[in-house]
């Protein structure tokens, strides 16, 4: 078999060490493999990239084993070329389960070009992803500690939510700080209510008349500190990526004369040259537009997908990758039933989550497109369609960037 990387190593990665197996061109005799392991501190993963540097190594492979794999790579980043690899692509030979062999076989694998690299973005998307994945997992705590706080209403029978819009609004804020405080009467908190309030007076001192214990007291002191600290995070971390999103400040004019000022001519310009790459505010402004996406999703979706959609084939890849497609199940010439892929598991929520919005847009194809699959299939595939006709319409506005 063809050797495409003479000098090339297996990583084999785990929590504490790395296991590594490089190999090396042999002088009239076959590769030489050598294993070494080291911790995945700092200090060790710094030694392994000099030993790696110093033996002539090019290409490094490593399985994404959970996210152990993630300081590796930064830190190696730029010196080698790096492929992590899905497991399931080269995990299905038997008896090849210890550490020292899975570094081998994924050298042998990597020495013959036989492995398939993940996609994996650059450090700046990675760190927009890292912020756009984190203030969903902060919108989700605030959602169980909105539950929490509902239960412990229900307990003590009061119903606020039941005649104010909003169960954490200002009315609502306003009568579970006096509750907290130990006001009992229901006159008294019903005249707490601010702005519209959609129940007249007399239903709403019904609504706030309940059973109330310091042991509900202290329940309430602790649900409403903890959703207004996770209000605050998710303000503070969605300026964040409103910052990383907005394109930064030109510099200042300089008062210097211009290389190619009007005496010297005009620059030289080039009919080929390539168009600027979309910056982030771009992007989201081409797809903000699309039915069914908020400006937040759009954030979301980018820094999953990229800006660039050169790196996929066509808007079948691309829906394959983040598995809203159905899977291929055909046998004797009759397609089954195929399971979608598993795919990009944050993208393929924020695309789903999309089209229930999608689908109460008045006059609108994916309005239609879901309504007519609902009907005979259900919600969910219809859901389902609508988010693979979404994704695709985001691969071509920005393939061909027009709105």
């Not at 310009?269 to 982030?280: F, G, I, K, Q, V």
């Amino acid at each position: 078999m063809q050797v495409l990387y003479e000098r090339c190593a297996g990583l084999d990665v785990h929590k504490k060490n790395v296991k590594v197996c490089l190999i090396t061109p042999g002088a009239d005799q076959p590769p030489h493999k050598e294993i070494r392991t080291y911790a995945t501190k700092t200090q060790d993963l710094l030694a392994l990239r000099d030993w790696l540097q110093e033996q002539g190594c090019t290409h490094l492979a490593m399985e994404s084993t959970g996210g152990y794999w993630r300081p590796i790579y930064n830190l190696l980043e730029g010196d080698f070329d790096l492929l992590v690899v899905n497991a399931q692509h080269f995990k299905t030979v038997p008896g090849r389960k210890t550490d020292v062999k899975d570094a081998e076989w994924i050298a042998d694998l990597l020495q013959h070009g036989l492995l398939r690299a993940s996609f994996i973005p650059s450090a700046p998307q990675r760190e927009l992803r890292d912020l756009t994945r984190y203030r969903t997992r902060l919108v989700e705590e605030r959602a169980r500690e909105v539950n929490r706080l509902q239960n412990t209403l229900e307990e003590t029978t009061l119903k606020p939510g039941d005649v104010v819009s909003d169960v954490l609004g200002k009315t609502s804020r306003a009568i579970l700080q006096a509750i907290m405080a130990g006001e009992t009467d229901p006159g008294r908190l019903a005249d707490l209510a601010r702005g519209r309030v959609r129940a007249p007076s007399a239903e709403l001192e019904r609504a706030v008349t309940g059973t109330v214990t310091a042991h509900h007291r202290f329940l309430l002191g602790e649900h409403l500190p903890q959703i207004e600290s996770l209000e605050s995070a998710i303000r503070r971390v969605s300026d964040e990526i409103a910052r990383r999103f907005s394109p930064p400040d030109p510099p200042e004019e300089s008062h210097h004369e211009h290389p190619y000022s009007s005496n010297q001519g005009a620059p030289p310009t080039s009919t080929d040259e390539a168009p600027a790459p979309l910056t982030w505010e771009e992007a989201v402004e081409l797809i903000d537009p699309i039915t069914g996406i908020s400006t937040l999703t759009a954030q979301g979706l980018l820094t999953e997908l990229g800006v660039e959609m050169g790196r996929f084939a066509s808007a079948r890849h691309v829906a394959s990758w983040a598995g809203v497609c159905p899977g291929n199940h055909e046998s004797a010439g009759k397609r089954l039933r195929g399971k979608t892929r598993k795919g990009n598991p944050w993208l393929r929520r924020l695309l789903i989550q999309s089209a229930p919005a999608a689908a109460h847009s008045k006059n609108t194809s994916l309005a239609a497109q879901y309504h007519r699959i609902a009907s005979r299939r259900g919600p969910k595939r219809a859901a389902m369609a609508v988010a693979h006709s979404i994704l695709v319409i985001i691969y071509q506005v920005l393939r061909d960037r027009i709105p």
